[in-house]
Structure formats: structure tokens, C-alpha cells
């Protein structure tokens, strides 16, 4: 087909050409959201990248200061089972008239204390 067939083609059929002319903006418009996505990705990809290398630094330093130490040996309680008792003693309701926040702080002792 030659060129001024081609050209005749488009005037008869106008329809035709229509068609053919939104194929063409759609194939181009889906190209250009996919070049965009193809970007997109690459840029999350190098973020991912940079987040997780300060993640390994971070981790790096903090085993270096003993963190794996200290996550499997914890530090000791502040309290012991004796102080809680002693607590316990010196906060019960009966001696505080049954308040509600010696009431509130023993509930809290006890639940300490079975923990320990």
C-alpha cells in the first residue's frame, strides 16, 4: 500500500482512522504509566537498599556495645520478693482505711510479686 493509498484510506474512513489513531494513544499512554511504574520501583528499590544497610550499621553498633548481652541477660529486678512483701506490709488497705489507691497499689504488689 502505497503512501497516497494510504492517504485516500484516511479520508474515506474517517471511522477507521479514529480507530486506529486511539490505539496508538492508549499503546503510548500505557507505555509512559509503565516507564513511570519501571522508575518508580527502581527509586523504591535504592530506598529499601539505603534503609537496610542503616539497619545492619545500626545493629552492628549496638552488638558491638553489648546488645546481644543484654538481650539474653536481662537486668536484675529493681525489687526483690522481700521488698515487695515489705511493700505490701507497709501499703494494705486495713492500714489506709480501705482507701481505693491502697487498694489499687496492693492489686498491683501482688500481681509484682508473682511474677518474681
Not at 496508538?24 to 523504591?44: G, N, P, Q
Not at 529486678?77 to 512483701?85: C, E, I, P, S
Request: glycine share 6%.
Amino acid at each position: 500500500m502505497g503512501f497516497w493509498d494510504f492517504v485516500f484510506w484516511m479520508c474515506i474512513c474517517y471511522w477507521g482512522f479514529c480507530i486506529v489513531r486511539d490505539l496508538f494513544k492508549d499503546t503510548w499512554v500505557r507505555h509512559s504509566e509503565h516507564m513511570k511504574l519501571i522508575a518508580e520501583k527502581e527509586h523504591a528499590w535504592r530506598e529499601y537498599q539505603e534503609l537496610l544497610g542503616k539497619w545492619n550499621r545500626l545493629v552492628g553498633q549496638i552488638n558491638a556495645k553489648g546488645g546481644l548481652h543484654f538481650l539474653n541477660n536481662p537486668p536484675p529486678a529493681a525489687l526483690t520478693k522481700q521488698d515487695v512483701r515489705s511493700l505490701l506490709q507497709l501499703c494494705h488497705p486495713d492500714k489506709h482505711q480501705g482507701r481505693e489507691l491502697a487498694q489499687e497499689m496492693t492489686r498491683k504488689l501482688l500481681a509484682m510479686k508473682e511474677k518474681l
